[in-house]
Protein backbone atom coordinates (compact mmCIF):
# COMPACT_ATOMS: atom_id res chain seq x y z
CA UNK A 1 0.00 0.00 0.00
CA UNK A 2 1.03 3.55 -0.03
CA UNK A 3 0.41 3.83 3.52
CA UNK A 4 -3.11 6.17 3.11
CA UNK A 5 -6.32 3.69 3.26
CA UNK A 6 -8.20 7.32 1.88
CA UNK A 7 -6.56 7.41 -1.47
CA UNK A 8 -7.63 3.83 -1.90
CA UNK A 9 -10.54 2.79 -3.90
CA UNK A 10 -13.96 2.69 -1.04
CA UNK A 11 -13.73 -1.23 0.49
CA UNK A 12 -17.02 -2.54 0.55
CA UNK A 13 -18.97 -4.08 3.07
CA UNK A 14 -18.73 -7.66 1.90
CA UNK A 15 -14.29 -7.17 1.59
CA UNK A 16 -14.85 -6.11 5.26
CA UNK A 17 -16.02 -9.08 6.29
CA UNK A 18 -14.17 -11.58 3.65
CA UNK A 19 -11.43 -10.66 1.52
CA UNK A 20 -10.62 -11.58 -1.45
CA UNK A 21 -7.59 -14.32 0.19
CA UNK A 22 -10.35 -15.67 2.33
CA UNK A 23 -12.73 -15.90 0.16
CA UNK A 24 -10.68 -17.72 -2.68
CA UNK A 25 -9.31 -20.10 0.99
CA UNK A 26 -13.16 -20.42 1.76
CA UNK A 27 -14.12 -21.59 -1.77
CA UNK A 28 -11.54 -24.37 -1.98
CA UNK A 29 -11.95 -25.27 1.35
CA UNK A 30 -16.06 -25.88 0.49
CA UNK A 31 -14.86 -28.01 -3.03
CA UNK A 32 -13.03 -30.67 -0.85
CA UNK A 33 -15.72 -30.90 1.79
CA UNK A 34 -18.19 -31.43 -1.38
CA UNK A 35 -15.60 -34.09 -2.40
CA UNK A 36 -15.94 -35.95 0.86
CA UNK A 37 -19.96 -36.13 0.26
CA UNK A 38 -19.72 -37.26 -3.02
CA UNK A 39 -17.01 -40.63 -2.50
CA UNK A 40 -19.30 -40.48 0.91
CA UNK A 41 -22.92 -41.04 -0.66
CA UNK A 42 -21.84 -42.75 -3.94
CA UNK A 43 -19.58 -45.26 -1.49
CA UNK A 44 -23.01 -45.82 0.63
CA UNK A 45 -25.28 -46.49 -2.62
CA UNK A 46 -22.37 -49.16 -4.14
CA UNK A 47 -20.49 -47.31 -6.56
CA UNK A 48 -16.70 -47.55 -6.01
CA UNK A 49 -15.51 -44.40 -6.83
CA UNK A 50 -11.79 -45.57 -6.10
CA UNK A 51 -11.56 -48.20 -8.78
CA UNK A 52 -12.81 -46.22 -11.14
CA UNK A 53 -10.15 -43.66 -10.55
CA UNK A 54 -7.38 -46.38 -9.83
CA UNK A 55 -6.99 -44.72 -6.83
CA UNK A 56 -4.66 -46.44 -4.20
CA UNK A 57 -7.02 -48.92 -2.68
CA UNK A 58 -6.66 -49.60 1.17
CA UNK A 59 -4.30 -52.30 2.39
CA UNK A 60 -6.24 -53.24 5.30
CA UNK A 61 -9.72 -53.05 6.24
CA UNK A 62 -9.10 -51.14 9.53
CA UNK A 63 -7.73 -48.04 7.44
CA UNK A 64 -9.89 -45.22 7.19
CA UNK A 65 -11.88 -45.38 3.95
CA UNK A 66 -11.27 -42.46 1.36
CA UNK A 67 -14.41 -40.41 2.11
CA UNK A 68 -13.19 -40.37 5.86
CA UNK A 69 -9.81 -39.41 5.05
CA UNK A 70 -11.13 -36.66 2.69
CA UNK A 71 -13.23 -35.21 5.72
CA UNK A 72 -9.90 -35.26 8.16
CA UNK A 73 -8.23 -33.29 5.53
CA UNK A 74 -11.32 -30.90 5.30
CA UNK A 75 -11.21 -30.52 9.10
CA UNK A 76 -7.39 -30.04 9.17
CA UNK A 77 -8.12 -27.01 6.72
CA UNK A 78 -11.21 -25.77 7.99
CA UNK A 79 -10.27 -25.28 11.71
CA UNK A 80 -7.44 -23.08 10.75
CA UNK A 81 -9.53 -21.47 8.11
CA UNK A 82 -12.13 -19.97 10.82
CA UNK A 83 -9.48 -19.61 14.07
CA UNK A 84 -7.86 -16.93 11.90
CA UNK A 85 -11.23 -15.71 10.57
CA UNK A 86 -11.80 -14.99 14.07
CA UNK A 87 -8.75 -13.28 14.72
CA UNK A 88 -9.13 -11.02 11.66
CA UNK A 89 -12.00 -9.71 12.60
CA UNK A 90 -11.04 -9.18 16.23
CA UNK A 91 -8.36 -7.33 15.23
CA UNK A 92 -9.80 -5.20 12.15
CA UNK A 93 -13.43 -4.77 13.63
CA UNK A 94 -14.47 -3.79 10.03
CA UNK A 95 -12.00 -0.71 10.36
CA UNK A 96 -10.46 -0.39 6.49
CA UNK A 97 -6.92 0.71 7.97
CA UNK A 98 -6.61 -2.04 10.02
CA UNK A 99 -7.76 -4.60 7.51
CA UNK A 100 -5.24 -3.69 5.05
CA UNK A 101 -2.56 -3.76 7.84
CA UNK A 102 -3.61 -6.94 8.74
CA UNK A 103 -3.38 -8.57 5.52
CA UNK A 104 -0.42 -11.12 6.78
CA UNK A 105 -2.87 -13.25 8.85
CA UNK A 106 -5.62 -14.49 5.64
CA UNK A 107 -1.87 -14.74 3.25
CA UNK A 108 -0.31 -16.79 5.86
CA UNK A 109 -3.92 -19.16 6.42
CA UNK A 110 -3.13 -19.24 2.09
CA UNK A 111 0.93 -20.71 2.70
CA UNK A 112 -1.03 -23.64 5.40
CA UNK A 113 -3.62 -24.39 2.44
CA UNK A 114 -0.40 -25.07 0.51
CA UNK A 115 1.50 -26.91 3.07
CA UNK A 116 -1.14 -28.99 4.15
CA UNK A 117 -1.47 -30.14 0.83
CA UNK A 118 2.04 -30.80 0.32
CA UNK A 119 3.66 -32.01 3.54
CA UNK A 120 3.06 -35.43 4.99
CA UNK A 121 0.24 -35.83 7.57
CA UNK A 122 0.21 -38.28 10.15
CA UNK A 123 -3.57 -39.08 9.70
CA UNK A 124 -3.63 -38.86 5.43
CA UNK A 125 -2.56 -41.65 3.05
CA UNK A 126 0.69 -41.04 1.79
CA UNK A 127 0.05 -43.02 -1.13
CA UNK A 128 -3.19 -41.07 -1.67
CA UNK A 129 -1.60 -37.62 -1.40
CA UNK A 130 1.64 -39.09 -3.80
CA UNK A 131 -0.73 -40.40 -6.23
CA UNK A 132 -3.00 -36.99 -6.17
CA UNK A 133 0.11 -34.69 -6.45
CA UNK A 134 1.33 -37.20 -9.52
CA UNK A 135 -2.26 -36.18 -11.11
CA UNK A 136 -2.01 -32.89 -10.31
CA UNK A 137 1.18 -32.50 -12.33
CA UNK A 138 0.62 -34.50 -15.35
CA UNK A 139 -2.80 -32.44 -16.15
CA UNK A 140 -1.15 -29.30 -14.77
CA UNK A 141 0.19 -29.21 -18.58
CA UNK A 142 -2.87 -31.23 -20.12
CA UNK A 143 -1.49 -35.09 -19.33
CA UNK A 144 -4.08 -37.48 -19.49
CA UNK A 145 -3.25 -40.53 -18.32
CA UNK A 146 -4.07 -44.34 -20.25
CA UNK A 147 -7.93 -45.96 -19.27
CA UNK A 148 -6.10 -48.42 -17.10
CA UNK A 149 -3.60 -45.71 -15.28
CA UNK A 150 -6.55 -43.76 -14.08
CA UNK A 151 -7.77 -41.51 -17.06
CA UNK A 152 -11.42 -41.04 -15.63
CA UNK A 153 -9.73 -39.13 -12.72
CA UNK A 154 -7.63 -37.33 -14.81
CA UNK A 155 -10.51 -35.78 -16.17
CA UNK A 156 -12.57 -35.80 -13.28
CA UNK A 157 -9.97 -33.57 -12.00
CA UNK A 158 -9.55 -31.40 -14.99
CA UNK A 159 -13.12 -30.57 -15.43
CA UNK A 160 -13.30 -29.76 -11.70
CA UNK A 161 -10.45 -27.19 -12.73
CA UNK A 162 -12.71 -25.42 -14.73
CA UNK A 163 -14.86 -24.71 -11.98
CA UNK A 164 -12.16 -22.81 -10.00
CA UNK A 165 -11.09 -21.02 -13.41
CA UNK A 166 -12.28 -17.59 -11.71
CA UNK A 167 -10.87 -18.70 -8.33
CA UNK A 168 -7.63 -19.12 -9.51
CA UNK A 169 -7.87 -15.88 -11.71
CA UNK A 170 -8.40 -14.47 -7.90
CA UNK A 171 -5.80 -16.17 -5.94
CA UNK A 172 -3.43 -15.00 -8.57
CA UNK A 173 -5.13 -11.42 -7.75
CA UNK A 174 -4.30 -11.62 -4.23
CA UNK A 175 -1.03 -12.52 -4.28
CA UNK A 176 -0.13 -9.54 -6.63
CA UNK A 177 -1.53 -7.33 -4.45
CA UNK A 178 -0.19 -8.98 -1.37
CA UNK A 179 3.92 -8.60 -3.13
CA UNK A 180 3.09 -5.12 -4.51
CA UNK A 181 3.90 -1.77 -2.22
CA UNK A 182 1.07 -0.15 -3.57
CA UNK A 183 -2.08 -2.42 -2.62
CA UNK A 184 -3.46 -4.67 0.06
CA UNK A 185 -4.12 -8.13 -0.95
CA UNK A 186 -7.47 -7.14 1.76
CA UNK A 187 -7.92 -4.13 0.14
CA UNK A 188 -10.58 -3.55 -2.82
CA UNK A 189 -9.51 -6.08 -5.39
CA UNK A 190 -7.37 -4.56 -8.28
CA UNK A 191 -8.27 -6.08 -10.92
CA UNK A 192 -5.60 -5.19 -13.19
CA UNK A 193 -2.95 -6.31 -10.90
CA UNK A 194 -0.21 -7.15 -13.17
CA UNK A 195 -1.25 -6.26 -15.99
CA UNK A 196 -4.10 -6.83 -18.43
CA UNK A 197 -2.48 -9.77 -20.00
CA UNK A 198 -2.32 -12.23 -16.84
CA UNK A 199 -6.05 -12.77 -15.47
CA UNK A 200 -7.45 -13.47 -18.32
CA UNK A 201 -4.62 -15.88 -19.43
CA UNK A 202 -4.98 -17.55 -15.96
CA UNK A 203 -8.50 -18.23 -15.90
CA UNK A 204 -8.28 -19.85 -19.50
CA UNK A 205 -5.75 -22.64 -18.30
CA UNK A 206 -8.31 -25.08 -16.77
CA UNK A 207 -9.92 -24.75 -20.52
CA UNK A 208 -6.58 -25.22 -21.89
CA UNK A 209 -5.75 -28.39 -19.93
CA UNK A 210 -9.17 -30.46 -21.04
CA UNK A 211 -8.58 -28.93 -25.19
CA UNK A 212 -4.95 -30.61 -24.87
CA UNK A 213 -6.34 -33.77 -23.11
CA UNK A 214 -9.44 -33.63 -25.56
CA UNK A 215 -6.90 -33.39 -28.49
CA UNK A 216 -4.36 -36.09 -27.08
CA UNK A 217 -7.59 -38.47 -27.14
CA UNK A 218 -8.38 -38.11 -30.45
CA UNK A 219 -4.81 -38.76 -31.76
CA UNK A 220 -4.72 -41.40 -29.69
CA UNK A 221 -8.07 -42.88 -31.28
CA UNK A 222 -6.45 -42.05 -34.71
CA UNK A 223 -3.39 -44.08 -33.73
CA UNK A 224 -5.02 -47.06 -32.55
CA UNK A 225 -6.75 -47.13 -36.17
CA UNK A 226 -4.06 -46.76 -37.83
CA UNK A 227 -2.16 -49.78 -36.39
CA UNK A 228 -5.47 -52.15 -36.92
CA UNK A 229 -6.02 -50.53 -40.30
CA UNK A 230 -9.53 -50.20 -39.53
CA UNK A 231 -12.03 -47.73 -37.23
CA UNK A 232 -12.70 -49.75 -33.77
CA UNK A 233 -16.38 -50.69 -33.48
CA UNK A 234 -15.81 -49.51 -29.60
CA UNK A 235 -13.89 -45.88 -30.14
CA UNK A 236 -14.92 -44.66 -33.45
CA UNK A 237 -13.12 -42.58 -35.14
CA UNK A 238 -12.72 -40.01 -32.65
CA UNK A 239 -15.18 -37.22 -33.32
CA UNK A 240 -16.18 -37.12 -29.95
CA UNK A 241 -12.96 -35.46 -28.89
CA UNK A 242 -13.27 -33.16 -31.31
CA UNK A 243 -16.21 -32.15 -30.43
CA UNK A 244 -15.29 -31.97 -26.68
CA UNK A 245 -12.79 -30.39 -27.56
CA UNK A 246 -14.73 -27.49 -29.11
CA UNK A 247 -16.72 -26.92 -25.60
CA UNK A 248 -13.30 -26.39 -24.00
CA UNK A 249 -12.67 -23.77 -27.01
CA UNK A 250 -15.77 -21.87 -26.71
CA UNK A 251 -14.55 -20.83 -23.63
CA UNK A 252 -12.34 -18.35 -25.19
CA UNK A 253 -14.51 -15.74 -26.48
CA UNK A 254 -16.16 -15.34 -23.26
CA UNK A 255 -12.96 -14.74 -21.88
CA UNK A 256 -10.83 -12.69 -24.25
CA UNK A 257 -14.20 -10.37 -25.62
CA UNK A 258 -14.92 -9.75 -21.81
CA UNK A 259 -10.73 -8.61 -21.22
CA UNK A 260 -11.43 -6.32 -24.37
CA UNK A 261 -14.67 -4.63 -22.25
CA UNK A 262 -12.32 -4.05 -19.73
CA UNK A 263 -9.78 -1.71 -21.57
CA UNK A 264 -10.01 2.13 -21.34
CA UNK A 265 -10.53 2.28 -24.48
CA UNK A 266 -12.18 -0.13 -26.17
CA UNK A 267 -12.84 2.05 -28.93
CA UNK A 268 -9.31 1.06 -30.15
CA UNK A 269 -10.02 -2.68 -31.35
CA UNK A 270 -12.44 -1.34 -34.15
CA UNK A 271 -15.25 -2.23 -32.34
CA UNK A 272 -17.88 0.27 -30.40
CA UNK A 273 -18.63 -1.18 -27.06
CA UNK A 274 -22.01 -2.25 -27.58
CA UNK A 275 -20.62 -4.55 -30.26
CA UNK A 276 -18.11 -5.84 -27.94
CA UNK A 277 -21.19 -6.43 -25.61
CA UNK A 278 -23.12 -8.05 -28.23
CA UNK A 279 -20.01 -9.86 -28.74
CA UNK A 280 -19.12 -11.34 -25.73
CA UNK A 281 -23.26 -12.09 -24.68
CA UNK A 282 -23.10 -14.55 -28.17
CA UNK A 283 -20.03 -16.23 -26.98
CA UNK A 284 -21.54 -16.16 -23.49
CA UNK A 285 -24.70 -18.22 -25.10
CA UNK A 286 -22.92 -20.33 -26.81
CA UNK A 287 -20.00 -21.55 -24.09
CA UNK A 288 -23.57 -22.15 -22.01
CA UNK A 289 -25.44 -23.91 -24.69
CA UNK A 290 -22.67 -25.96 -25.87
CA UNK A 291 -21.57 -26.90 -21.90
CA UNK A 292 -25.09 -27.87 -20.80
CA UNK A 293 -25.65 -29.95 -23.84
CA UNK A 294 -22.29 -32.02 -23.03
CA UNK A 295 -23.36 -32.16 -19.66
CA UNK A 296 -26.35 -34.01 -20.22
CA UNK A 297 -26.09 -35.81 -23.31
CA UNK A 298 -22.47 -36.82 -23.14
CA UNK A 299 -21.24 -36.50 -19.63
CA UNK A 300 -24.54 -38.13 -18.36
CA UNK A 301 -25.99 -40.04 -21.10
CA UNK A 302 -29.47 -38.33 -21.08
CA UNK A 303 -31.47 -38.57 -23.86
CA UNK A 304 -32.76 -34.99 -23.55
CA UNK A 305 -32.07 -34.00 -26.25
CA UNK A 306 -32.36 -37.04 -28.47
CA UNK A 307 -34.91 -38.08 -31.32
CA UNK A 308 -38.55 -38.21 -29.63
CA UNK A 309 -38.44 -42.20 -30.22
CA UNK A 310 -35.56 -41.82 -27.96
CA UNK A 311 -37.14 -39.53 -25.65
CA UNK A 312 -40.42 -41.21 -25.37
CA UNK A 313 -38.94 -44.91 -25.11
CA UNK A 314 -41.41 -46.97 -22.94
CA UNK A 315 -38.72 -49.03 -21.37
CA UNK A 316 -38.17 -45.87 -19.38
CA UNK A 317 -38.80 -42.44 -18.03
CA UNK A 318 -38.84 -39.41 -20.44
CA UNK A 319 -35.62 -38.30 -21.54
CA UNK A 320 -33.70 -40.49 -19.48
CA UNK A 321 -32.15 -43.85 -20.01
CA UNK A 322 -32.81 -47.36 -19.75
CA UNK A 323 -29.63 -48.28 -17.02
CA UNK A 324 -29.79 -45.84 -14.39
CA UNK A 325 -27.88 -46.15 -10.79
CA UNK A 326 -30.34 -44.03 -9.08
CA UNK A 327 -33.82 -45.10 -8.72
CA UNK A 328 -35.66 -41.84 -8.24
CA UNK A 329 -35.84 -40.33 -11.62
CA UNK A 330 -36.42 -36.91 -10.05
CA UNK A 331 -33.07 -37.01 -9.25
CA UNK A 332 -32.25 -37.03 -12.89
CA UNK A 333 -34.72 -34.42 -13.73
CA UNK A 334 -33.39 -32.01 -11.10
CA UNK A 335 -30.03 -32.22 -11.81
CA UNK A 336 -31.04 -31.10 -15.42
CA UNK A 337 -32.66 -28.40 -14.07
CA UNK A 338 -29.87 -26.88 -11.68
CA UNK A 339 -27.16 -27.39 -14.69
CA UNK A 340 -28.72 -25.42 -17.24
CA UNK A 341 -29.48 -22.56 -14.24
CA UNK A 342 -26.20 -22.47 -13.00
CA UNK A 343 -24.25 -23.01 -16.10
CA UNK A 344 -25.53 -19.76 -17.36
CA UNK A 345 -24.95 -18.10 -14.43
CA UNK A 346 -20.84 -19.53 -14.49
CA UNK A 347 -20.48 -18.07 -18.25
CA UNK A 348 -20.95 -15.14 -17.16
CA UNK A 349 -18.84 -15.68 -14.54
CA UNK A 350 -15.78 -16.79 -16.82
CA UNK A 351 -16.18 -12.75 -17.58
CA UNK A 352 -13.00 -10.37 -15.67
CA UNK A 353 -14.78 -7.66 -16.77
CA UNK A 354 -17.83 -7.96 -14.43
CA UNK A 355 -15.71 -8.05 -11.46
CA UNK A 356 -14.66 -4.24 -12.50
CA UNK A 357 -17.47 -3.08 -9.50
CA UNK A 358 -16.97 -3.49 -6.31
CA UNK A 359 -20.40 -3.72 -5.15
CA UNK A 360 -20.46 -7.22 -6.82
CA UNK A 361 -17.77 -8.61 -5.07
CA UNK A 362 -20.38 -10.32 -3.00
CA UNK A 363 -22.48 -11.42 -6.12
CA UNK A 364 -19.40 -12.61 -7.36
CA UNK A 365 -18.48 -14.92 -4.29
CA UNK A 366 -22.02 -16.47 -4.41
CA UNK A 367 -21.67 -17.32 -8.07
CA UNK A 368 -18.26 -19.13 -7.50
CA UNK A 369 -20.00 -20.77 -4.29
CA UNK A 370 -22.96 -22.04 -6.96
CA UNK A 371 -20.14 -22.80 -9.00
CA UNK A 372 -18.87 -25.74 -6.56
CA UNK A 373 -22.53 -26.77 -5.92
CA UNK A 374 -23.02 -27.59 -9.47
CA UNK A 375 -19.41 -29.21 -10.34
CA UNK A 376 -21.03 -31.46 -6.91
CA UNK A 377 -24.18 -32.50 -8.58
CA UNK A 378 -22.42 -32.75 -11.78
CA UNK A 379 -20.09 -35.49 -10.43
CA UNK A 380 -22.71 -37.42 -8.60
CA UNK A 381 -24.31 -37.99 -12.25
CA UNK A 382 -20.91 -38.15 -14.08
CA UNK A 383 -19.42 -41.00 -11.85
CA UNK A 384 -23.09 -42.78 -11.52
CA UNK A 385 -22.84 -42.60 -15.44
CA UNK A 386 -19.72 -44.22 -15.76
CA UNK A 387 -20.20 -47.38 -13.49
CA UNK A 388 -23.29 -47.84 -15.22
CA UNK A 389 -21.26 -47.65 -18.72
CA UNK A 390 -18.62 -50.20 -16.72
CA UNK A 391 -20.93 -52.64 -15.18
CA UNK A 392 -23.82 -52.96 -17.85
CA UNK A 393 -22.30 -51.86 -21.20
CA UNK A 394 -23.95 -48.92 -22.91
CA UNK A 395 -27.11 -50.04 -24.68
CA UNK A 396 -27.57 -49.01 -28.03
CA UNK A 397 -29.74 -46.32 -27.02
CA UNK A 398 -27.34 -45.00 -23.84
CA UNK A 399 -25.15 -43.01 -26.18
CA UNK A 400 -26.36 -40.21 -28.10
CA UNK A 401 -24.45 -39.39 -31.70
CA UNK A 402 -23.88 -35.78 -32.33
CA UNK A 403 -24.52 -36.05 -35.83
CA UNK A 404 -22.78 -37.87 -38.23
CA UNK A 405 -19.72 -36.89 -36.91
CA UNK A 406 -19.42 -38.56 -33.59
CA UNK A 407 -19.54 -42.64 -33.48
CA UNK A 408 -22.63 -43.88 -31.31
CA UNK A 409 -19.96 -46.18 -29.41
CA UNK A 410 -17.24 -43.30 -29.00
CA UNK A 411 -15.59 -43.81 -25.54
CA UNK A 412 -17.52 -40.33 -23.84
CA UNK A 413 -14.85 -38.03 -21.92
Same mark, same amino acid.
Given at each position: ??????? %?? $???? #??? /? +??????????? @?? !??????????????????????????????????????????????????????????????????????????????????????????????????????????????????? %?? $???? #??? /? +??????????? @?? !?????????????????????????????????????????????????????????????????????????????????????????????????????????????????????????????????????????????????????????????????????????????????????????????????????????????????????????????????????????????????????
Amino acid at each position: MDGDPAV %EP $QLDG #FSR /I +LPLPYRVALII @VM !GIWAWGLNLHYLSLIKIDVPSLIRYPSRSSPHHPTHHLSCYRIATFLTIPLFLSLFLFWTLTNGSPKDIAAWEILPNLYLLVLVVGFIVPLPFVSRNGRSRTLAILKRISIGGIA %EA $QDGK #FGD /I +LLADALTSYAK @VL !GDLFISLCMFFSSKHSSTGPPNRNCGGAFWVPFIISIPSLIRLRQCLTEYFRVQKANQRTGQISPTTGWGGVHLANALKYSTAFPVIILSALQRSPEPSKFGMSEATLFRLWLTAVFVNSGYSFYWDVTRDWDLHVFASKKERDNPDYPWGLRRHRWFHAKEFYYAAIFVDAMLRCTWSFKLSPHLDHFNDLEGGIFLMEALEVLRRWIWIFFRVECEWVRNHRGPSLDDNIMLGDMVNKYDEDD
